[in-house]
């Protein structure tokens, strides 16, 4: 049962839900705030296209069933470009001073000012990203792929925003641009996270190596 | 009831201000490498990281705080924050946690 602005603060206060206790909590949500602008990144398709093209790849491929994020966001994850006058410029997300632009078909990853989610002992609630209806409107797409909260996890929720309208979006630090829900679980899990075997991707042999 | 358990990892720096890279060596000895808030990480000597730690292209040695699932001899099966489980050696279990300190801040 999705959980209303009662139940939220409740279970704030028992520390079941674990949210700035100062976040603005709507009757069945909590706003979620974007972080300073050097907590937004894109993909360096570039670079990404020059190691690709050593391999013989011809294209910024990425294997998604192969795909590891922890080796891919520190290799390939880079602050925004400075903004570039140009209306024909590519880069089709760029900063400007403390404002990020989002040019239509641009995508950014934004992590949240808010520390959000559940305890990992025994969580009772489970949450969930969505959009804001009015900004939706603009063509803000932000979080919609995956936008459940694990029961048990807590932190800053790096935000996946694209821009799918005609116009373009200006974007700065505490802007709300999305919010999270809360509903609470039938009953703690039993097991809270997906089993793995050895064969599992995100696992790499560096012993010896470090 | 699933316990809490600090294990012992390489902590790396993210992609962002709030994310770290881990590494923790499995059971079968292969490295497992995931990515997780801040707060579920600890020092060696108990604190918390600062948001410049570890300095960028760094490591450094510390605990990650995780859920253990169940025991079978020295084999200990623990559910991590990025939502895998994992096995380890019972030695890399560095201590357990009481209540209070996991509430992030």
């Keep these: ?210 | 009831m699933n316990q809490l358990v600090n294990l012992r990892c390489v902590i790396l720096r993210g992609a962002f201000p709030g994310e770290r890279v881990f590494q923790i060596v499995q059971s079968d000895g292969e490295t497992y490498e995931g990515t997780a808030p801040e707060h579920y990480f600890r020092k060696l000597d108990g604190g918390r990281l600062s948001t410049s730690e570890p300095k960028p292209e760094g490591k450094l040695n510390g605990v990650i705080s995780v859920v253990r699932l169940r025991e079978s001899g020295d084999d200990v099966r623990v559910a991590l924050p990025d939502n895998e489980a994992i096995s380890v050696s019972s030695s890399v279990i560095a201590s357990q946690l009481t209540e209070n300190e996991l509430v992030p801040v």
């Design chain 1, 1 to 210: 049962m999705y959980q209303s602005d009662r139940d939220i603060q409740w279970a704030i206060q028992k520390g079941l839900l674990i949210c700035d206790p100062n976040a603005k909590i709507d009757p069945t949500s909590i706003d979620l705030r974007l972080d300073s602008i050097d907590a937004a990144k894109i993909w360096d398709v570039d670079k990404l296209r020059q190691d690709n093209d050593i391999a013989g790849i011809p294209e910024p491929e990425v294997r998604l069933g192969e795909f590891r994020y922890s080796q891919w966001s520190v290799k390939y994850l880079c602050a925004p470009p400075k903004y570039d006058k140009m209306p024909s410029s590519k880069d089709l997300v760029c900063r400007r001073g403390e404002e990020l632009l989002v040019r239509p078909g641009g995508f950014v990853l934004w992590q949240t000012k808010d520390v959000i989610g559940t305890p990992q002992s025994n969580p009772q609630f489970i949450c969930f990203v969505d959009g804001k209806s009015t900004r939706a409107r603009t063509g803000l797409l932000v979080h919609l792929t995956a936008p459940t909260i694990h029961a048990g996890w807590s932190g800053n929720v790096v935000l996946e925003i694209a821009n799918l309208g005609p116009l373009t979006f200006v974007l700065q630090e505490d802007d709300v641009t999305a919010q999270l829900t809360v509903a609470r679980i039938s009953s703690v899990p039993e097991h809270t996270h997906v089993e793995v075997g050895s064969t599992t991707i995100g696992q790499k042999d560096v012993t010896g190596k470090q």
